[in-house]
């Protein structure tokens, strides 16, 4: 009985793991998005910065900005998720043994 309990344990736990891989993947692609707009927002000021008005240049960095404050929120949301997946996973584990 020992032997099946341990061996649906160890089942569980692989595929936790594999969940929380697949969770990273998924959580990481909207980061790497926000990445690339923060890139081209901040290049586009650059860009106009020379040729256009301040203003322009101001506010395309401005606009920067504010998405590097969503990239932190996005971040510290997918976290706060992990966190709860652990304590979920850890909750059962409790449970079986």
């Known amino acids: 009985m020992d032997i099946l309990l341990s061996s649906s344990q160890l089942i569980k736990n692989i595929f936790g793991g594999i969940g929380l891989i697949l969770l990273v993947g ?54 706060m998720f992990f966190v709860t997946v652990a304590i979920l996973t850890s909750i059962s584990v409790v449970s079986q043994g």
């Open 26 to 79: 998924i959580c990481l692609l909207p980061v790497i998005k926000i990445l690339s707009v923060i890139v081209v927002y901040k290049l586009a000021a650059i860009i106009v910065e020379p040729v256009g008005e301040d203003g322009i240049s101001n506010f395309l960095n401005e606009v920067a900005n504010l998405m590097i404050i969503m990239l932190a929120s996005v971040i510290a949301i997918t976290v």
